[in-house]
């Protein structure tokens, strides 16, 4: 928990989150029509809003599995270190993968992610993250699908957390911190 106070201004709201997930949702569909072999990968634990709300909106025969990287730990900064704390359940090779992202910032998780599941041979690799934040990246590594490119500010919500909090927001917010009296 920060020792900061905070308070959270809406960003991106519910009503145009789901509408850019529609757009994209037909996006997809074009791409994977006529595949009964796609696996939605997870990356956890950021993205566990956005899938579930991706999932339902798409109208393809799929199956789904999870995958958990980390690379922030509890605190702001990355540490450019990206540890795969939980494999796939399954395996991919010749199957169709969309893999779902809350956020690509630096690039590395996104990157190292991609890269590691290319090698075990799928017939179809594709990447999307609802948010992008390019000013910060340092690998360069761009989603296949992007929801909303945002600049660089701290949010939090819809599946997005500051020390573990506020995921359940059920918008993007960005954090803004109150400095108190010295
Ligand atoms: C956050 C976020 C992305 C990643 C993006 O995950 O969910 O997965 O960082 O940053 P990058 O582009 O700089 O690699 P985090 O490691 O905080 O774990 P979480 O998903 O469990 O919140």
Not at 69 to 86: F, N, P, Q, T, W
Not at 104 to 112: A, Q
Not at 141 to 170: M, S
Request: with cysteine; glycine share 8%.
């Amino acid at each position: 928990m920060s020792a900061r106070p905070y308070v959270i201004d809406e960003m991106i709201s519910a009503k145009a989150i789901a509408a850019r997930i529609e757009a994209l949702c037909r996006e997809i569909h074009d791409e994977f029509d006529g595949t009964d072999k796609l696996v939605v990968v997870g990356l956890l634990r950021g993205s566990f809003v956005f899938i579930a709300d991706l999932v339902r909106e798409l109208d393809l025969p799929i199956e789904v599995d999870f995958l958990e990287a980390s690379s922030y730990g509890d605190g702001m900064e990355s540490s450019r270190e990206v540890r795969i704390l939980k494999d796939l359940r399954g395996a991919i090779e010749g199957r169709d993968v969309l893999v779902v992202e809350d956020i690509v910032d630096t690039g590395h998780t996104l990157n190292h992610v991609t890269r590691l599941l290319a090698s075990r041979n799928p017939a179809r690799l594709k990447s999307i993250a609802l948010l992008d934040k390019p000013s910060r990246r340092e690998v360069d590594f761009k989603a296949d699908w992007t929801g909303f490119e945002i600049p660089d500010e701290f949010v939090v919500g819809y599946g997005i957390d500051f020390a573990q909090r506020n995921r359940n927001l059920p918008f993007i917010g960005k954090v803004r911190f109150i400095d108190g009296p010295a």
